[in-house]
């Protein structure tokens, strides 16, 4: 399809890693990205990953890209209550960039 | 510094009316710009990008168009609002020849009655 899809939600307990999935669709994407959309925010980048590599991390943050499956995870160690938001997956494609629906992720106490 | 302006912030139309948003880019040049669409559970819907003055791609067939009569300048419009064009419209800008980070507006809600 053409479509990126992600789950719609996710309900972690704190303290514990949350593993956010998404599939693309074109598998000549040069970047893959992460956004975060907090409540009543816009969205800013997380981080991205150039479609070479297998593995991105940056502290709480590990990207995992599977390009023959054009599966990408976000997983965030020790999830905590400030990391509830929306979390959307995106895929460049040509001069555009195409977003999935987002993933709400809870946090429970 | 590089930023970007949308306006504005909040407006409630009635169905049938015109509209226009607006968005500036400032600090850089030729950057790429893009209308997207945020409507509630619906995700980020991308409704139109522009690589240069006067060239516009839409994604969507819709009642929506798009301008770009300068450089740093994105507009959308209708010229006659149905109710479903209510949502968070949000304006993006890419540089030219950069990895693709997408810098975002503060978004324009729009409700149409």
């Known amino acids: 399809g053409e479509d990126v899809e992600q789950s719609l939600f996710l309900s972690v307990r704190e303290g514990d890693s949350s593993v956010i999935n998404c599939t693309y669709t074109d598998s000549s994407s040069t970047y893959l990205y992460w956004y975060k959309q907090e409540p009543g925010a816009g969205l800013q980048l997380l981080t991205y990953i150039f479609s070479n590599m297998d593995m991105k991390q940056d502290q709480r943050l590990t990207v995992l890209l599977n390009k023959k499956d054009k599966h990408l995870s976000l997983r965030i160690a020790d999830t905590q209550t400030g990391d509830s938001a929306i979390y959307f997956c995106a895929e460049s494609r040509d001069d555009k960039i195409i977003f999935g629906k987002g993933t709400r992720l809870h946090i429970l106490p | 510094s590089q930023t970007i302006h949308q306006w504005p912030a909040t407006l409630v139309q009635p169905v049938g009316s015109p509209l226009s948003l607006e968005c500036t880019v400032e600090g850089t040049s030729n950057p790429n710009l893009y209308w997207y669409r945020q409507a509630a559970g619906r995700g980020l819907q991308l409704l139109f990008y522009s690589v240069g003055i006067g060239q516009i791609s839409s994604e969507v067939p819709q009642n929506l168009s798009a301008s770009r009569p300068q450089d740093r300048q994105f507009i959308l419009s209708s010229k006659k609002l149905l109710l479903s064009d209510s949502g968070f419209y949000l304006c993006?800008?890419?540089?030219?020849?950069?990895?693709?980070?997408?810098?975002f507006g503060e978004g324009s809600r729009l409700t149409v009655l």
């Open positions: 993006a800008w890419i540089p030219q020849g950069h990895t693709g980070e997408l810098f």
